[in-house]
């Protein structure tokens, strides 16, 4: 794997990754009134479109990063609706 | 412009404007507990590299993009660190 490649995936584990104390925060918690819905729905679909542009360019970190992303912020939207 | 640097765009845009909810709330609430410090700081060192990778691989909307949610996060993660 070239350097940029693995830049872009470090990259990705850590903008994807960042997302896990999230979840686990939120669970524990219950409680999600700080986070905001717009930013949720707005990043979700977001991700989506990255996953797209990352699947269009055959650019592996982005179509692993925010394929993993989508999962854990459709998590984080379920709890949020869950525990508003 | 290509549809797919268009696509990146968009997606370059839903995933950085989506903080901007973000800031307005938690700049409102002044209240930040329900948001994990561990999520933002990950988040703002995965976004700088993502910044890196775009410049390396020229790709420009991904560099503007991540330039636009680096300020975000860190904005953000000054509310956070001032009202915990």
Do not use: C, H
Not at 30 to 45: G, Q, W
Not at 48 to 63: E, Q, R
């Amino acid at each position: 794997m070239d350097t940029i490649t693995m830049v872009g995936f470090i990259a990705g584990t850590l903008t994807t990754v960042a997302y896990v104390p999230q979840v686990i925060r939120s669970w524990k918690l219950k409680e999600t009134k700080d986070i905001s819905l717009t930013m949720l729905v707005l990043y979700a679909v977001g991700v989506s479109l990255w996953f797209v542009y990352g699947v269009w360019t055959n650019a592996l970190p982005i179509i692993v990063a925010n394929g993993i992303s989508l999962v854990l912020i459709l998590v984080l939207l379920g709890i949020k609706l869950r525990y508003r």
